[in-house]
């Protein structure tokens, strides 16, 4: 038998490619769900066989049978709800094992295109999502396309109490509409102000020494309260006409509950059903109703995971997994610019424009210009974190953008100007928290950088833990051991940003020293640097002004030109 796919309309991207592979395991769960509302009508056939049998015969033995036999449908029917749990709940695992993954590249592309606003929410969203897929709520929904079975039974007994029963599923079911849509706008704009007081929390902490040492503390704190207060009142709005929803939810079930007795009672005293069959109604009809009551009681969660289901695909619908590709040789180091245009996402115009320009394996390029001019842009084009709009950035022929991230990561070193080392030990930070990196390649990086002595000084060496962002070391030591980090396997290419920017002389020249010697070993380095003297070994210079390039040569052409005085004007003789 063919079995359906409910996704088959979905668009294409990893989430809802999980989704459908999921449909099989799924169509399971929906056929223990039928067997096991069917199993549930032992319990009303039991209550009638006890008031219709056994208390008019006073037959222990058929009170005997009649109870065990029960027992025994609803032990298979307790089995069959465990495998159909056991089956969401793998269903839950089998998701996040292809999606998580990739929601974690997603959150890294997003970033790089100026899109850091989702951070670890999409990771919550995950959660969530596949919460509701495997949790309590999920199994009612099951239940749901079996309402028609206890509802069809009501019929069949009397229509009058299948009717008042269908007629209570229906107001229901649009409780919860008029719930959702009368809670949901200001749940979202609740949500909203709530990753800005999130994000702007996390901001401050970040820049923790700037809020303190510039009395910043009050003042941001009125801004996050701003957030934290628009969150809250329009949470305690939603939660106000929820409260309304719910109560009326409330009385619509106990009104059902009593007309379904009220009318059997009248049923069983006009003769028209046996008095075993009003406990009987009684049980349908509790059946019938109670998917609908545990969907609406969870009506705000199943909007949340709708709602992070939502963010989580526009994400991955902007994510392009990268595809396998042909492994490359290592690159010798050859640096082609061809044409490169380039705008940040939003912006107006371009933010570098018109670069053509090409390095030889083992030459050094030095970039300078004034702030603004787009020299940390450059740098990391270079490096493949952001795609030209137009033209190419190439490695020994081949776009680097294009190549394949893991692979390139292993020819290339780079030192951004703000220097961030994540929570883990000293060796895990240089060694790029890479498994195969030996001990050996960790301390000859860190003896390059100059930091070895610094890290065996430390209490526990190269196993000193640092906090998420390296804070127990002062911005010197965290940008060696960003150099180190850098240096790692003697990379083909070096770009480093402001290397020398919380550097002091001795620093700067181990710095030089490094250079040097990458550069010995027929690397090609790049160095942005607002300092001419750490470019005294360049090769050629690029001097970088409003996206443009003003100059570019030999060192000693540029420099002479970018040192040299201006034309002094004379001075009109005033008459």
Not at 395 to 422: C, I, K, M, S
Request: aromatic residues 8%; hydrophobic residues 45%; proline residues 5%.
């Amino acid at each position: 038998m063919k079995i359906l796919n409910p996704f088959a309309s979905l668009p294409d991207n990893v989430l809802t490619g999980a989704l459908k592979e999921g449909s099989r395991p799924l169509a399971f769960a929906a056929g223990f769900s039928l067997i096991s509302n069917l199993l549930y009508l032992a319990l009303p056939l039991y209550t009638f066989q006890i008031y219709g049998r056994v208390l008019s015969s006073h037959s222990l033995s058929t009170l005997m049978v009649l109870t065990v036999g029960t027992l025994l449908v609803f032990v298979i029917s307790g089995v069959i709800d465990e495998l159909r749990t056991r089956i969401l709940i793998n269903y839950g695992i089998m998701l996040d094992q292809r999606v998580s993954s990739h929601v974690f590249a997603a959150l890294f592309e997003a970033e790089s295109k100026g899109q850091g606003q989702t951070r670890s929410q999409a990771l919550r969203d995950l959660d969530a999502f596949r919460q509701i897929l495997t949790g309590a709520v999920f199994s009612a929904i099951f239940d749901l396309p079996w309402m028609p079975l206890f509802i069809g039974i009501l019929f069949v007994i009397d229509p009058l109490v299948g009717f008042i029963t269908l007629i209570g599923a229906v107001a229901l079911f649009g409780l919860a509409m008029l719930q959702d849509r009368l809670s949901r706008p200001p749940l979202q704009e609740a949500n909203e102000a709530s990753l800005k007081a999130y994000t702007f929390t996390e901001a401050g902490l970040r820049n923790g020494e700037v809020v303190r040492a510039m009395g910043m503390l009050g003042a941001l704190g009125a801004r996050w309260s701003a957030f934290r207060g628009r969150a809250i009142e329009r949470g305690a709005w939603a939660s106000q006409r929820s409260s309304v929803v719910a109560n009326t939810t409330k009385f619509t079930r106990m009104l059902i509950q009593i007309l379904v007795i009220g009318v059997g009672a009248y049923l069983v005293v006009t003769g028209k059903i046996p008095p075993a069959m009003l406990f009987a109604n009684m049980i349908l009809a509790s059946r019938a109703l109670q998917p609908i009551e545990k969907v609406v009681g969870a009506w705000d969660g199943i909007v949340n995971g709708g709602r992070a289901y939502d963010r989580l695909n526009n994400l991955l619908n902007a994510y392009k997994p990268t595809t396998p590709a042909t492994s490359l040789p290592r690159p010798l180091g050859q640096l082609s610019i061809e044409g490169v245009n380039f705008a940040p996402q939003g912006a107006e115009r371009y933010v570098l424009q018109g670069l053509n320009f090409k390095i030889e394996p083992g030459e050094m390029l030095g970039i300078i210009g004034p702030s603004g001019a787009g020299k940390s842009t450059l740098a990391r084009l270079i490096v493949g974190v952001w795609r030209p709009v137009n033209g190419h950035v190439r490695l020994d022929g081949a776009d680097v953008f294009a190549w394949n991230r893991a692979e390139f990561g292993l020819h290339v070193g780079y030192l951004p100007q703000d220097t961030e080392l994540f929570a883990g030990t000293l060796r895990d930070n240089i060694a790029r928290f890479r498994a195969d990196v030996t001990d050996q390649a960790v301390i000859d990086a860190a003896t390059q950088a100059n930091v070895h002595e610094m890290i065996l000084r430390l209490p526990k060496g190269y196993e000193t833990e640092l906090t998420d962002g390296g804070y127990i070391l002062s911005a010197g030591q965290r940008q060696r051991v960003g150099l180190a980090r850098a240096l790692l396997g003697d990379p083909s290419l070096l770009v480093l940003d402001e290397p020398n920017a919380s550097l002091d002389a001795e620093g700067e020249n181990a710095l030089m020293q490094a250079i040097d010697a990458q550069r010995a070993k027929g690397a090609t380095v790049v160095v942005v640097s607002h300092k001419p003297s750490i470019l005294r070994s360049a090769d050629k210079m690029l001097v970088l002004r409003d996206g443009r390039m003003e100059m570019f040569g030999p060192r000693e052409a540029v420099m002479a030109r970018v040192t040299q005085p201006a034309p002094v004007r004379p001075v009109e003789a005033s008459r």
